[in-house]
């Protein structure tokens, strides 16, 4: 049987079909109806924050969600990330200015913000990688310093907190995935979560073509508005989120009982005062100390119908889209990193000895480079 990178966690086909079925009697789909606020509402109580926007998808969250706050100029941020996130920077008209990240968690290094500070720089967009957080505290320091606006990408962090403190809380607004490879998902869908009650009403307006009320139209908006079908697989899967991050935590723990010990692979440390999700599971591999390269481990593994992922890779300053307009070489450490690094198999379904059998076949990689 295969073993996908990612196998999106489900409510079972009963439960999913009889919360839907009173959509046949009400014949109201979208527009923010009676399942997308009741989905708003509980997401606000588990992730522990003021207020949410629901979304169509996470991209359209944190496109709008920089709109929203009518940015112009320079946004520092990380190349090490999805396309999404520097997308959505370019698409507002902003410009991206690349920040290394930090070797040791793979988020952007706060030490070397302030050096790519300038008079055009308007926001700080730093994404919380794997699950794994940013420094909140120094980058809440910097932004307070020099009046910018910080937006989170936590497309990979919803249920993450820190000090006891939910990760949605940080900044001036957070962007998250409820798309179906994530920890939490409502199939296709996003949300943006922040204490700022203007903000929450300009969003409203801007995913619903900029309508105000039935006969005024005093924005200019698009449509990027969750279905109920979406909310109600939101409602499902919320139920049963904590169980399935408990389930992949011992997948976490199998990862590292078994891949600690392996000469030349690095993985992550666990981060003080975080509360995790498990979101993925990535590792290094450094050729020289391990014997062969990443693409051989990645080879021996999909011989076994086993997929695995380079995730990030390419950087986003390197996608072709943006070919001549960054220099990675300024970005050595992310550059290093998404050149070896692998996201192994990670979900709530994954067994003991799945993970095992996994384990076994990287460290048959071991040296198999060397002649």
């Not at 310093?145 to 249920?159: M, P, R, S, T």
């Not at 203007?198 to 995913?207: A, F, N, V």
């Not at 508005?225 to 011992?250: P, Q, T, W, Y």
Request: net charge negative; glycine share 8%; hydrophobic share 40%.
């Amino acid at each position: 049987m295969r073993i996908n990178v990612i196998r999106s966690s489900m409510p079972s086909f009963e439960e999913y079909t009889e919360a839907i079925r009173p959509l046949w009697d009400s014949v109201w789909l979208t527009n923010m109806g009676a399942n997308h606020e009741k989905l708003a509402g509980q997401l606000c109580e588990y992730l522990r924050v003021k207020n949410v926007s629901l979304f169509v998808n996470g991209h359209m969250a944190l496109e709008m969600a920089l709109q929203a706050m009518d940015l112009e100029g320079e946004v520092i941020t990380t190349p090490f990330t999805f396309a999404s996130t520097t997308h959505a920077i370019v698409r507002n008209g902003l410009t991206p200015v690349f920040c290394d990240i930090d070797p040791n968690n793979y988020t952007i290094d706060a030490t070397k913000i302030e050096e790519l500070i300038t008079p055009k720089t308007c926001a700080i967009v730093p994404v919380h990688v794997y699950g794994c957080l940013c420094d909140v505290e120094e980058i809440e320091r910097i932004a307070k310093k020099h009046g910018l606006k910080v937006i989170y990408d936590a497309a990979h962090a919803f249920g993450v907190e820190y000090k006891g403190i939910g990760v949605g809380n940080f900044g001036d607004a957070s962007m998250f995935s409820f798309h179906a490879t994530k920890v939490f998902h409502t199939i296709e869908g996003g949300a943006i979560t922040t204490g700022d009650e203007e903000l929450i009403d300009k969003l409203r307006k801007l995913k619903d073509f900029g309508i105000k009320d039935e006969e005024i139209v005093d924005g200019i908006g698009a449509n990027a508005k969750m279905n109920e079908f979406c909310a109600v697989m939101g409602l499902c899967n919320l139920r049963h989120v904590d169980g399935e991050i408990e389930k992949r935590s011992l997948v976490t723990k199998a990862y590292r009982q078994n891949l600690s010990d392996i000469e030349g692979i690095s993985i992550l440390p666990v981060q003080k005062d975080v509360k995790p999700n498990h979101a993925y599971f990535p590792i290094v591999i450094d050729e020289k100390e391990f014997g062969a390269d990443r693409q051989t481990v990645i080879d021996s593994l999909e011989q076994q119908d086993i997929h695995t992922r380079k995730y990030f890779y390419p950087l986003t300053s390197d996608m072709d889209c943006y070919k001549g307009m960054f220099d990675s070489s300024l970005t050595p450490v992310a550059k290093h990193i998404a050149d070896r690094v692998i996201t192994l198999p990670m979900s709530a379904s994954l067994t003991q000895d799945d993970a095992d059998r996994i384990c076994g076949i990287i460290r048959s990689c071991k040296g198999a480079g060397k002649q």
